[in-house]
């Protein structure tokens, strides 16, 4: 069974940062577009940031210029790097590895924003 570890969510206050990190396998990582989605209570789980093996970004509308994605390879972890964090932030955010079209997730993190 593959595992993605995520290590790094918490409580923090409203305009605060957070830096969640996902580590995965090397034989999964290394073929991998690495990504965060979260889900509130109540909500649909929804992506939030994606990096490729080649380094290219996608976020989602309500994250972009507030939250980053790295991956460090020598690792294989990937980072979300979240900043001006807002209560509507409040989510457990899972790692997801997407290998050839086959998805692997974490167990999630818990990241609340008080406001």
């Known amino acids: 069974q593959v595992q993605l570890v995520e290590s790094g969510g918490g409580l923090v206050q409203a305009g605060g940062s957070l830096r969640l990190s996902c580590t995965a396998p090397?034989?999964?990582?290394?073929?991998?577009?690495m990504g965060w989605y979260r889900q509130a209570p109540g909500n649909q789980r929804e992506a939030v940031a994606t990096?490729?093996?080649?380094?290219?970004?996608d976020f989602a509308d309500s994250v972009k210029g507030r939250f980053a994605i790295s991956r460090d390879n020598a690792k294989n972890t990937v980072y979300l790097h979240m900043n001006s964090l807002k209560p509507d932030d409040t989510a457990v955010y899972y790692c997801?590895?997407?290998?050839?079209?086959?998805?692997?997730r974490g167990q999630g993190t818990q990241v609340t924003v008080s406001s």
């Open positions: 997801n590895a997407n290998a050839f079209g086959r998805n692997y």
């Open positions: 990096i490729t093996l080649t380094g290219n970004t």
């Open positions: 090397r034989d999964i990582f290394v073929i991998s577009t």
